[in-house]
């Protein structure tokens, strides 16, 4: 069955990661910060003041060495040149912002390795949209330029709680400290008996839930109102995919919560 027309082979073909630049460990991107490593750090981090031109260096744990801390790097490169300042009350403010948006980016990394986080406060869950049968990066994709016009800018995962619902959240990105819309797709879905349209008919869903915000009507919260509702069934499998969902899902989460293999 041709399942969505022209639009099939974004499902087909999972777009290319591009190639990262190499970035070296030893100096921030402006090239003003430099970072020396300590194997005895873990949980903190230090910095001189004045080191270059009245640029501070930053003594990083040793396994932050590594491409993917690059980021964070340069978040600590920030804290640091701020916190070599006077400490005024907004530069507090700032440092305090920093070195949390720094922490939690750090555990981001750490738990998309799979490893154990530093601290759990406030840190994102890992987001992996590539599952075992099905990539939501392409499923969204196709939502989006299909229904969209490609103006939802969210991030998506599968859920990593075991048999849980699909839903919809709103996170604060460490790296830019800007909110983001990230929707969650219960396990259930990634699984040999599930079919194309119904992960797409689950992310539409969510999707809708972001371009269609929570109302509140004689002080009562409308999530899925008369709007929602219509649009809802404007996706072209709606029935097959209620379907699915109504006969197949509940299934598939008993066989999850009893740790078997979908
Ligand atoms: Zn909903």
């Keep these: 069955m041709n399942l969505f027309g022209v639009q099939l082979d974004l499902f087909g073909n999972a777009p290319k990661e591009p190639e990262k630049p190499k970035v070296p460990s030893s100096v921030s991107m402006n090239g003003l910060v430099h970072f020396k490593y300590n194997s005895q750090l873990k949980k903190s981090i230090r910095c001189k003041g004045g080191a270059l031109f009245g640029h501070p260096e930053v003594i990083l744990p040793h396994y932050m060495k590594d491409p993917e801390f690059a980021a964070a790097r340069e978040l600590a ?47 994102l869950p890992p987001i992996r949209p590539q599952g075992k049968y099905h990539n939501l990066n392409d499923v969204l994709a196709a939502i989006n330029s299909t229904y969209f016009e490609d103006k939802l800018t969210c991030r998506i995962t599968w859920s990593n709680r075991v048999g849980g619902l699909s839903f919809h959240s709103v996170r604060k990105d460490p790296v830019t400290g800007e909110e983001f819309h990230l929707i969650s797709i219960s396990k259930g879905y990634d699984a040999a008996n599930c079919p194309e349209y119904a992960v797409a008919g689950v992310v539409y869903h969510e999707c809708l839930h972001i371009a269609i915000p929570v109302e509140i009507r004689n002080g009562r919260r409308v999530v899925h ?20 969902h109504n006969q197949v899902l509940p299934k598939n989460i008993w066989a999850m919560r009893r740790g078997k293999e979908l």
Aim: charged residues 35%.
């Design 225 to 244: 109102g008369r709007n929602f509702r219509v649009r809802e069934r404007q996706y072209i499998y709606y029935d097959e995919w209620i379907r699915w």
């Design 77 to 123: 490169a920030e804290w640091a040149e701020h916190a070599i300042r006077r400490k005024t009350a907004k530069n507090k403010a700032t440092i305090k912002d920093l070195v949390n948006r720094f922490w939690t980016l750090v555990d981001q990394v750490l738990a998309d390795r799979g490893e154990s986080a530093v601290s759990s406060k406030g840190r």
